[in-house]
């Protein structure tokens, strides 16, 4: 693939997650389904990831990162960054290793983000207010189920993406 391709392609991943990132801050926070509304950025970089391999993957994820820790407030300093970063690579080598990309395989990745970010968040509330274990967990679960019909989304406009450019 040339450069210039190559910098297509990444825009095209850029200006998709812009328009999540903006559904994530504008319309999402207004359905809520057991209390909970639909979260967006932990499958967008495993999505992607699963897409794009071991190099480019956690690229996207770490700038994400970087992206959503200036615009939104995590659990701690760089917890998009760290979280989105190694959701990434966790994609990456399960798509590689483990599954085929492909649908079951954005949406394994999508919950295995969706955990492993729940989790980190889980850590950090518990130790700094100590929030019991259980009801953090229960968040988890049901963030879980709310969010993951949106990966099928995010599947379809990044596989897109990704066919788009393949060969090329």
């Not at 999505?47 to 939104?72: K, N």
């Not at 969706?114 to 009801?135: M, W």
Request: charged share 10%; hydrophobic share 60%.
């Amino acid at each position: 693939m040339t450069q210039r391709m190559l910098t297509i392609k990444w825009v095209f991943y850029s200006l998709w997650t812009l328009l999540f990132l903006l559904a994530q801050q504008l319309v999402l926070p207004h359905i809520r389904i057991w209390g909970v509304h639909p979260y967006l950025l932990p499958m967008l970089s495993a999505v992607a990831a699963s897409f794009e391999g071991r190099r480019e993957g956690p690229i996207f994820g770490l700038v994400l990162g970087l992206v959503c820790d200036l615009l939104f407030t995590g659990a701690f300093p760089c917890f998009y960054a760290v979280t989105l970063l190694l959701s990434a690579l966790v994609a990456g080598l399960a798509a590689r290793h483990l599954i085929m990309p492909g649908l079951v395989c954005s949406l394994a990745v999508s919950a295995a983000a969706l955990v492993l970010t729940g989790l980190f968040n889980t850590a950090a509330v518990s130790y700094s207010y100590g929030a019991p274990l259980t009801a953090a967990l229960w968040l988890i679960a049901r963030e879980l189920v709310v969010s993951l019909p949106a990966a099928v989304l995010i599947h379809l406009v990044f596989s897109r993406v990704h066919r788009r450019f393949a060969g090329r």
